[in-house]
Every structure is written in C-alpha cells, then in structure tokens.
C-alpha cells in the first residue's frame, strides 16, 4: 500500500520568507499527487494536482506554486508567504482511477 | 462552493450508542467517498460507494447512498472511544478525475467512554 511523507510537521515562519514543504510518495509509481488545505473548521480545499512529472494543474489562484521533479515527489512553494497562508497542509496520493486519496500526517503552517 | 455539506458539526454520544452522520451534495457524482481524521493527523480513507449502489457495509460502517436526494449517510454501530474523530464526505463533483474530490466540512464526532 502507498505510504505519504511529509515534512516538517510543523513550521512557524515570518510574513515574506519563503516556503517550501515536501511530499514522497512510497509503494505505488506514476501516483497522481495532490496538495490540500485545511483551515480551522472547515473542509479540504484543493491546491494544486499532478499526473505526471513536471505536470502541475492550479485549482485556486494562491501565493503559493507546485512543482514535481521526480515521479514521488511533490513541493509546495512560496516566494513570499502572506498570513492567510497559516493552515494545514495535506499531500495525498491515488495510483488509480476510482480508489481512495491516501493522505500524509500534513504540515502546520504559523505565518506570523 | 462546498459540493459536501456534513450534518450535524458536532455530535457527542456515548460509548456503545450508534453514531449517524449525513452528507448532502449538489452535483451528479460517479462516487461517494467518507474519510475519517483524528486530530492534527491526515485523512484515512473509510469506505467508498458508487453512485450505482443503496447502500455498503465495512466493519461497523454502514453507508447509504440516495442519489435522488443527494444524500449519504454514515452510520457507525456500537461506537467506541477509539472513533473520536472528524469525519468528511467527499465527492467527485467534477465529473470523474479522481482527484478532484469535494471534501465537506466534516462532523466532529466524540464519544464519551
């Protein structure tokens, strides 16, 4: 079964540093990757997803960008991080079409 | 806008009483997904049922799906202090791609030992 690693857990940065959180993907090839976003109290919203190496597709305009340099791995960036980038972070996996969204532990993003 | 809507938010029992959550939705769907997270952890995936079928068993989950009314409902028998949890509906609201599931809001459920 597919195993998702993701780090850190935690981050606290300042308003304007930069981002970057990684995701890798075990035990599947040619995932479709996905980027989430949880806010308190409410659902999942959907960043960014890719099926394939350096294809990124944005579902919601943000201050932040993706990239996928190898078939598991999968970044979030930011140049310059605003506040309403404080959220949780999820990096989620489906080999194929129709199975369930395997998902890492997320990242806890404090933009201060 | 949000494809799932959960129902209730919150919902506290006791451990031995059945647990029931609802979840409506908006647009065709090709399936229904509803996952489970524990506090601060990601989302673990519980059962999926396709729009073609009533109703699915896993464990101490029941699910049924009503696609006249746009509804699901999760149902979780003899519930234990172990099922402490929020749990999400998620549909495929954009007509198939997998990925492009809508995730609800999720009802916080606690059950009390």
């Known amino acids: 079964s597919q195993t998702i690693h993701q780090w850190p857990a935690t981050l606290v940065q300042p308003v304007g540093s930069p981002l970057s959180l990684e995701c890798t993907v075990e035990g599947t090839s040619n995932p479709n990757l996905y980027w989430y976003r949880q806010a308190a109290g409410r659902g999942l919203q959907l960043l960014f997803y890719s099926i394939g190496i350096g294809q990124i597709s944005s579902e919601v305009p943000q201050n932040l960008s993706a990239s996928r340099p190898q078939d598991r791995q999968f970044i979030l960036s930011s140049k310059k991080l605003l506040l309403s980038d404080s959220g949780f972070y999820l990096c989620?996996?489906?080999?194929?079409?129709?199975?369930?969204?395997?998902f890492g532990n997320g990242t806890r993003l404090t933009v201060t | 806008s949000q494809q799932g809507e959960e129902d209730p938010q919150a919902l506290s029992i006791q451990e031995g009483e059945n647990a029931t959550m609802n979840c409506s939705y908006k647009t065709s769907i090709n399936n229904l997904q509803w996952y489970r997270q524990n506090s601060g952890r990601g989302l673990v995936h519980l059962i999926l049922?396709?729009?073609?079928?009533r109703e699915k068993h896993s464990g101490r989950l029941r699910v049924t799906l009503d696609t006249s009314k746009k509804s699901s409902s999760l149902l979780i028998t003899a519930s234990r202090a172990a099922d402490t949890a929020s749990y999400f509906c998620?549909?495929?609201?954009?007509?198939?791609?997998?990925?492009?599931?809508?995730f609800g809001k999720g009802t916080k459920l606690s059950v009390k030992p």
């Open positions: 998620a549909t495929d609201g954009y007509g198939g791609s997998q990925g492009n599931l809508i």
């Open positions: 049922i396709r729009s073609n079928e």
């Open positions: 989620a996996s489906t080999g194929q079409y129709n199975s369930p969204l395997h």
